[in-house]
Every structure is written in C-alpha cells, then in structure tokens.
C-alpha cells in the first residue's frame, strides 16, 4: 500500500455516472481523483507518481457490493470482516454492505459502531454495516431505526428472514422514510417455502427434493410494495429471481412506486439444472430457477427494471455444505467472482457492458447514499483495473474467502482483475502483475 500518486495512462474508462465509456488517463491524488477522462491523456504527472500502462486493460469505478454476510461477530470460523475485505479486493470491490444476521445481531448504536471501528482497523476495503429491522432479528420489536440511521447505518434489513406481520413492516416503512433510510428485505414467505429446498418443478420431482413454488417470493413482494406506496417509504427488494417478480415490480414502478430491486448474480449466470447430483454449493436461497427466469432476470437487468446487482455474499464452513442436498445451509460465496461472473453477459451480448458496471457501482452507492461507485474528480480514488478479455479459471487456490462454498469453482471465466485501489491505495494486486 503507498500514499503516492497514482497514474494509469492511456486506459479505457468506463464510468456510469458520467456516461462515460472512452480511452483516457487517471490521476489520483491524496486519495480522490484528480482527473479521469480523455482531457487527462497530456495533462502530466504529478511528482513521484506510480505509473501504470492501460493500455488494452479498463478501469472501473471500484464495485459497490449490497448484499455481503460475514461471520464477524460471533462466526469467525467462516468469515471475519478483514477476511471479506481481502475476498472483496481481490474481487475489484471496493465498498461492502454487510448484513445484520450476526452474532450479537447488529441492531443497535454500539454493536454498529463495534463494526464499522473493527472495519476501520483490520479491513482493505470500506464496509457499511446494515442494521436489523427488529431486535434480534425476531419480528417482533422494530429497532432505533432514527438512532442507528444518525450512527451512520446506510440500511435496515432482516437479513436471510422476511418479515410476516404486514402491520409491523408498515410500521417499518412509515418511521424508515421519517428517517430517510432505505429498508432492505427478502421476499420469500416462510411457511410457503416449507421444508422446500430447491425450485419447485419437474427437476425438483425427479430429484425428490421438495421445491420451493414461486408465490413464496411474488406474494411477499406483492405486499410490500403496495405497503411501500401507501407509507411512501424507500423500498428495495433484496433479491428477486423470477421473471413474474420483475413484471410485478415493473408494474410498480410504472405506478410510482419508490422501489427498487438487486438480483444475486447466482441467478443471471446459473439456473435449477446446475444442481445436477445434488451439488450443494448451489444450494440457494432464493433457489436456482428455470432458464426462463434466469432470462427474464438477465432481460429485467438490460431494460432497467432490476437496478443493482449484488453478490449476496454467503459463507459456510464444510461441515455445513458437506450433507445430502436438503440438510445442506443455503448459501454461496460471490465477492471474487461478482465482476468475472457479470461479465459473461457483456461477452455475450446479452447486456451492455455500461449497464453492467452501473449496476455494480453508481446504481447501489445512488441507493446507500454514499460518495462511491465513480471516478468523477474529487471522488474517492476507489477503482479497478481489469483485462476485460483474460481467461482464467476460479479455482480453490485462488479464493480468499476463508469458507469455499463458491458455485462458480473451477468456473472459466474472461475478465480478470488485475489491480483494486481504495482511496488512492493497492490493496489488492493480481500475482505477476
């Protein structure tokens, strides 16, 4: 890591939030941007400068990632923050929303406030912790939405539960846009869910697996946002993965509806087959869905009715994954392949690259409120310096997450990050480079 200048000539930039997809130089001083654009192709370099040949490569606004468990506190053993941190920058993240499903759960001012100064302390990265939307996690109780929202909490959420009680999440929603804050929730119900364990279906039978039906996602959602327009809150479904869930959201939207909606990239880039022989790693929740959803999700991302999309980020240590399929915890880790991953919809043609990076940079820090996810001048200095077109294969020894329940193993991929900086500074450099 150095505090000096950094210089990347001659590179193409790609910056959403500014519209920008074009061959220049970026400077960055004392940690923000000085310039990035073609008017910095002759503009010099500042005195002691690190500097790097882009040509052939690309840089990124560093990727703000909106869905990401740690185990930190509570369940070290599967991840802690400074080890998500190191999985993230490895992955050209460079700002992370961690969720509250800890243990003590973060659903108060001093427990926040443990996490953001332990992410200061040990983390390569910026984390913004998200704090619960009821004590405990319970569903009963809401939290000090007002007191952790002036803590500097970006986001309320219940983490991996959907809340039941429609009277209480109008409760919710009512104080969260008092407070300006954005509640965060997954929609899948419960008891329509059941023992279920993956999509429900013809694969489902053949497996005999019991499935999980698509109501269980659309019904919760479908309230929601009707509570979202009668209390005029600022509402973002978590993760949606049907083709119905984006019409119904589309159709919200058209109605102004101040909603908005991620999508795991699991579910644009993997559907129900990939679970073939009982393959927990793609034990998800919500879970792998036909190929007709996974193409209306990749349609839903293009056209702008799904707005970010997030890792959601997973960790589980083998015991938990290493049992017959139903008896396996859901859940996969995503920091490292978010980028590579996404970027097999741009080498397709199924999705513009400009669309992709805004989906992972200016859209989710536009939804936290936070000065990230650009290279404007005078923003901080986070980015990514990717080869668009490498091929590389995600194996085991590559991943830095300290659990290694990726669906993506040993996936091949192109587009490789080569570099990650925060505020001005390496934290994470690609071996050989």
């Given at each position: 890591?150095?505090?000096?200048?950094?210089?990347?000539?001659?590179?193409?930039?790609?910056?959403?939030?500014?519209?920008?997809?074009?061959?220049?130089?970026?400077?960055?001083?004392?940690?923000?941007?000085?310039?990035?654009?073609?008017?910095?192709?002759?503009?010099?370099?500042?005195?002691?400068?690190?500097?790097?040949?882009?040509?052939?490569?690309?840089?990124?606004?560093?990727?703000?990632?909106?869905?990401?468990?740690?185990?930190?506190?509570?369940?070290?053993?599967?991840?802690?923050?400074?080890?998500?941190?190191?999985?993230?920058?490895?992955?050209?993240?460079?700002?992370?929303?961690?969720?509250?499903?800890?243990?003590?759960?973060?659903?108060?001012?001093?427990?926040?406030?443990?996490?953001?100064?332990?992410?200061?302390?040990?983390?390569?990265?910026?984390?913004?912790?998200?704090?619960?939307?009821?004590?405990?996690?319970?569903?009963?109780?809401?939290?000090?939405?007002?007191?952790?929202?002036?803590?500097?909490?970006?986001?309320?959420?219940?983490?991996?539960?959907?809340?039941?009680?429609?009277?209480?999440?109008?409760?919710?929603?009512?104080?969260?846009?008092?407070?300006?804050?954005?509640?965060?929730?997954?929609?899948?119900?419960?008891?329509?869910?059941?023992?279920?364990?993956?999509?429900?279906?013809?694969?489902?039978?053949?497996?005999?697996?019991?499935?999980?039906?698509?109501?269980?996602?659309?019904?919760?959602?479908?309230?929601?946002?009707?509570?979202?327009?009668?209390?005029?809150?600022?509402?973002?479904?978590?993760?949606?993965?049907?083709?119905?869930?984006?019409?119904?959201?589309?159709?919200?939207?058209?109605?102004?509806?101040?909603?908005?909606?991620?999508?795991?990239?699991?579910?644009?880039?993997?559907?129900?087959?990939?679970?073939?022989?009982?393959?927990?790693?793609?034990?998800?929740?919500?879970?792998?869905?036909?190929?007709?959803?996974?193409?209306?999700?990749?349609?839903?991302?293009?056209?702008?009715?799904?707005?970010?999309?997030?890792?959601?980020?997973?960790?589980?240590?083998?015991?938990?994954?290493?049992?017959?399929?139903?008896?396996?915890?859901?859940?996969?880790?995503?920091?490292?392949?978010?980028?590579?991953?996404?970027?097999?919809?741009?080498?397709?043609?199924?999705?513009?690259?400009?669309?992709?990076?805004?989906?992972?940079?200016?859209?989710?820090?536009?939804?936290?409120?936070?000065?990230?996810?650009?290279?404007?001048?005078?923003?901080?200095?986070?980015?990514?310096l990717v080869d668009l077109d490498r091929p590389f294969v995600f194996s085991e020894e590559l991943i830095r997450s300290r659990s290694k329940n990726s669906a993506f193993e040993n996936a091949r991929f192109e587009g490789q990050v080569l570099r990650t900086v925060v505020s001005g500074r390496t934290v994470f450099e690609a071996a050989g480079e």
């Amino acid at each position: 890591m150095s505090d000096r200048p950094l210089v990347i000539e001659k590179t193409r930039i790609v910056d959403p939030a500014r519209g920008l997809d074009a061959v220049g130089t970026i400077i960055a001083v004392d940690g923000r941007i000085a310039a990035a654009g073609p008017d910095a192709l002759n503009q010099g370099r500042p005195d002691g400068a690190t500097v790097i040949d882009g040509q052939g490569l690309a840089v990124l606004p560093g990727l703000v990632d909106a869905r990401v468990f740690i185990g930190e506190p509570g369940g070290e053993h599967r991840e802690t923050i400074a080890s998500a941190s190191a999985a993230a920058a490895a992955g050209g993240v460079t700002s992370i929303l961690t969720m509250p499903d800890t243990n003590p759960v973060i659903d108060d001012v001093a427990i926040a406030e443990f996490v953001m100064r332990t992410a200061r302390e040990t983390a390569l990265v910026n984390v913004f912790p998200a704090a619960a939307l009821t004590k405990g996690l319970a569903g009963k109780d809401m939290t000090e939405i007002g007191l952790l929202a002036d803590a500097g909490v970006r986001a309320f959420t219940e983490g991996r539960k959907t809340l039941a009680d429609p009277a209480l999440m109008r409760r919710i929603m009512t104080y969260a846009r008092d407070f300006g804050a954005v509640v965060m929730h997954e929609t899948q119900d419960a008891a329509l869910a059941g023992h279920g364990v993956m999509n429900e279906g013809l694969l489902a039978s053949w497996l005999g697996l019991p499935g999980i039906p698509g109501e269980a996602e659309i019904i919760p959602l479908e309230r929601d946002l009707r509570l979202a327009a009668l209390t005029g809150c600022r509402y973002h479904a978590a993760k949606i993965s049907l083709g119905e869930s984006a019409a119904v959201l589309s159709a919200a939207k058209r109605r102004g509806v101040a909603a908005t909606a991620g999508v795991s990239i699991n579910h644009l880039a993997l559907n129900e087959n990939d679970v073939g022989q009982y393959r927990t790693f793609f034990r998800l929740s919500p879970p792998l869905r036909r190929e007709e959803d996974r193409l209306a999700m990749v349609d839903a991302l293009a056209n702008g009715t799904i707005d970010i999309i997030v890792s959601s980020h997973d960790p589980q240590d083998a015991d938990d994954k290493r049992r017959p399929f139903a008896e396996a915890e859901a859940g996969a880790i995503g920091l490292e392949t978010l980028l590579p991953a996404a970027l097999r919809l741009h080498h397709s043609g199924a999705v513009p690259l400009m669309r992709i990076v805004e989906a992972m940079t200016a859209a989710p820090a536009k939804l936290l409120g936070i000065d990230r996810g650009t290279l404007k001048p005078g923003a901080p200095a986070d980015l990514a310096l990717v080869d668009l077109d490498r091929p590389f294969v995600f194996s085991e020894e590559l991943i830095r997450s300290r659990s290694k329940n990726s669906a993506f193993e040993n996936a091949r991929f192109e587009g490789q990050v080569l570099r990650t900086v925060v505020s001005g500074r390496t934290v994470f450099e690609a071996a050989g480079e």
